[in-house]
């Protein structure tokens, strides 16, 4: 009889080790709580809009080369769509600048020597001192590591930082932070190219992956949440969902692939990051107009990013806990004031959504990545994945999906 690997979640860490499962042979099982896949990275038909919407716009880099690599298995390639040079729109809504960063393909960084390439009102001087945060001293936050001020700071650094990591950029791991720049800044332009799901997520990152796990023979069973782990000589012995308990066989093997709150509530000893981030999204049903870019930075107001789909506008704000408890209508409405003035529109508030995800990631703080375990576990048979888990990246599509892969190559 073929063993069994059961994974408990059917978010991207989940589906990624599914897939690297089934594309060996093994026999898969997925187990989602919820009635959908794709966890925090998803698609839904929302009502107020009349169209179909992702939960929060999602940004990879092409130096996401585990992404591309799930994509490239599950047949997707090609889905996520992007510049072919590393270029990023921003306007400053306080002095109404508007500049288009761009940089050069290879390592050396000579767009930094080019006014017209960097940023505005920036030095090449200013960029060399970011090269502290290429290897930082362990453990500690951002703003012992950089003077977090300055043009460069606002315009490009903390920018960059709030959207990756989530957290106020000076509280911020250095850690976390060196990972993202050496894996994109000091890799050169080709690694920052920017990409999104131009289709939406689900399309391009969710139904692709069930279909690849279907035609694999994989199981994938939705409302099936775990409810308790059974363990017995270090080795989990069986699964509770509630109604119905499952006994593992010899070399069955079990992936945790849930947020670390349901981990913790699981495993009571673990470990786990506690501390979490919103991150809040308008959208707008209007289309965009011509010429408006597919991504711009937004300086000096609420809105941080504006990402533009057919069809529909919608905004991006990172660490965006403040605006939690703020009425839905009137954030529609401020958002809706900055987004005109960042696209140069004059229509009234279209239909609208706002969506709040309250614990979007983990806090990424020096003493949250600290919190984060390994793939392996004192149970034999049972393997972590997640994007808190330890991937050296902070909370992103291509840190859950390392983080399922790791999990899928421990479990062999
Ligand atoms: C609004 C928003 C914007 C974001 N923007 C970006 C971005 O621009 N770029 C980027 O790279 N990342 C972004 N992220 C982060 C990215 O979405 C996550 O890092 C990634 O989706 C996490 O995947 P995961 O599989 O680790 O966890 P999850 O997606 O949380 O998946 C866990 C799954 O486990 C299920 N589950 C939980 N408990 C149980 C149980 N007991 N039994 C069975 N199933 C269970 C859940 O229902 C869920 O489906 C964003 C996140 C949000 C919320």
Redesign the pocket.
Same mark, same amino acid.
């Given at each position: 009889m073929q063993r069994i690997v059961h994974i408990?979640? %059917?978010?991207?860490?989940?589906l990624a080790a599914a897939v690297t499962l089934a594309k060996r042979g093994e026999r898969v099982t997925v $187990?989602?709580?919820?009635g959908f896949a794709g966890?925090?990275?998803r698609s839904y038909h929302d009502a107020a809009l009349g169209m179909e919407i992702d939960?929060?716009? $999602?940004?990879?880099l092409s130096a996401n080369h585990a992404a591309a690599g799930f994509l490239r298995d599950i047949g997707a390639e090609g889905k996520l769509i992007g510049p072919q040079e590393a270029a990023f729109d921003f306007i400053d809504l306080a002095s109404r600048e508007r500049w288009t960063l761009r940089m050069n393909a290879g390592r050396v960084p000579w767009w930094i020597f080019s006014k017209a390439m960097r940023v505005p009102g920036t030095r090449a001087m200013d960029y060399l001192k970011l090269a502290r945060l290429l290897s930082p001293p362990a453990g500690k936050p951002i703003g012992e590591v950089i003077a977090c001020r300055g043009t460069l700071y606002e315009r490009l650094v903390a920018p960059l930082l709030l959207a990756a990591l989530n957290v106020a950029p000076a509280e911020g791991s250095a850690t976390l932070a060196s990972a993202i720049v050496r894996e994109t800044l000091a890799a050169g332009g080709a690694a920052c190219r920017p990409l999104i799901a131009r289709e939406g997520l689900g399309r391009t990152l969710v139904e692709p992956a069930l279909a690849f796990l279907k035609s694999r023979g994989a199981e994938v069973i939705f409302g $099936?949440?775990?409810h308790a782990l059974r363990f017995a000589q270090q080795q989990v012995a069986g699964l509770d969902f509630g109604t119905e308990s499952l006994t593992l066989a010899p070399g069955d093997a079990v992936i945790l %692939?849930?947020?670390p709150y349901?981990a913790s509530a699981?495993i009571k000893e673990l470990d786990a990051p506690n501390e979490f981030r919103a991150?809040v999204?308008a959208h707008f049903r209007i289309e965009p107009p011509a010429g408006a870019p597919p991504i711009l930075g937004v300086l000096n107001a609420t809105t941080e990013w504006i990402f533009a789909f057919p069809g529909r506008l919608s905004v991006t704000i990172s660490a965006g806990d403040r605006l939690i408890d703020t009425p839905r209508e009137e954030l529609a409405r401020a958002l809706w004031a900055e987004v005109q003035a960042a696209i140069g529109l004059s229509a009234t508030l279209p239909p609208w959504q706002i969506v709040r995800?309250r614990r %979007?990631?983990f806090a990424a703080t020096p003493a949250q990545d600290a919190r984060r375990p390994g793939a392996a576990t004192k149970w034999r048979n049972m393997f972590l994945a997640?994007?808190w888990t330890n991937t050296g990246l902070p909370?992103?599509?291509?840190? %859950?999906i390392r983080s399922g892969n790791r999990a899928a190559g421990l479990v062999a």
């Amino acid at each position: 009889m073929q063993r069994i690997v059961h994974i408990i979640g %059917a978010g991207l860490a989940g589906l990624a080790a599914a897939v690297t499962l089934a594309k060996r042979g093994e026999r898969v099982t997925v $187990h989602e709580a919820t009635g959908f896949a794709g966890g925090r990275c998803r698609s839904y038909h929302d009502a107020a809009l009349g169209m179909e919407i992702d939960n929060g716009n $999602h940004l990879l880099l092409s130096a996401n080369h585990a992404a591309a690599g799930f994509l490239r298995d599950i047949g997707a390639e090609g889905k996520l769509i992007g510049p072919q040079e590393a270029a990023f729109d921003f306007i400053d809504l306080a002095s109404r600048e508007r500049w288009t960063l761009r940089m050069n393909a290879g390592r050396v960084p000579w767009w930094i020597f080019s006014k017209a390439m960097r940023v505005p009102g920036t030095r090449a001087m200013d960029y060399l001192k970011l090269a502290r945060l290429l290897s930082p001293p362990a453990g500690k936050p951002i703003g012992e590591v950089i003077a977090c001020r300055g043009t460069l700071y606002e315009r490009l650094v903390a920018p960059l930082l709030l959207a990756a990591l989530n957290v106020a950029p000076a509280e911020g791991s250095a850690t976390l932070a060196s990972a993202i720049v050496r894996e994109t800044l000091a890799a050169g332009g080709a690694a920052c190219r920017p990409l999104i799901a131009r289709e939406g997520l689900g399309r391009t990152l969710v139904e692709p992956a069930l279909a690849f796990l279907k035609s694999r023979g994989a199981e994938v069973i939705f409302g $099936h949440q775990l409810h308790a782990l059974r363990f017995a000589q270090q080795q989990v012995a069986g699964l509770d969902f509630g109604t119905e308990s499952l006994t593992l066989a010899p070399g069955d093997a079990v992936i945790l %692939a849930v947020p670390p709150y349901s981990a913790s509530a699981l495993i009571k000893e673990l470990d786990a990051p506690n501390e979490f981030r919103a991150i809040v999204n308008a959208h707008f049903r209007i289309e965009p107009p011509a010429g408006a870019p597919p991504i711009l930075g937004v300086l000096n107001a609420t809105t941080e990013w504006i990402f533009a789909f057919p069809g529909r506008l919608s905004v991006t704000i990172s660490a965006g806990d403040r605006l939690i408890d703020t009425p839905r209508e009137e954030l529609a409405r401020a958002l809706w004031a900055e987004v005109q003035a960042a696209i140069g529109l004059s229509a009234t508030l279209p239909p609208w959504q706002i969506v709040r995800e309250r614990r %979007a990631t983990f806090a990424a703080t020096p003493a949250q990545d600290a919190r984060r375990p390994g793939a392996a576990t004192k149970w034999r048979n049972m393997f972590l994945a997640g994007d808190w888990t330890n991937t050296g990246l902070p909370a992103t599509i291509e840190g %859950a999906i390392r983080s399922g892969n790791r999990a899928a190559g421990l479990v062999a």
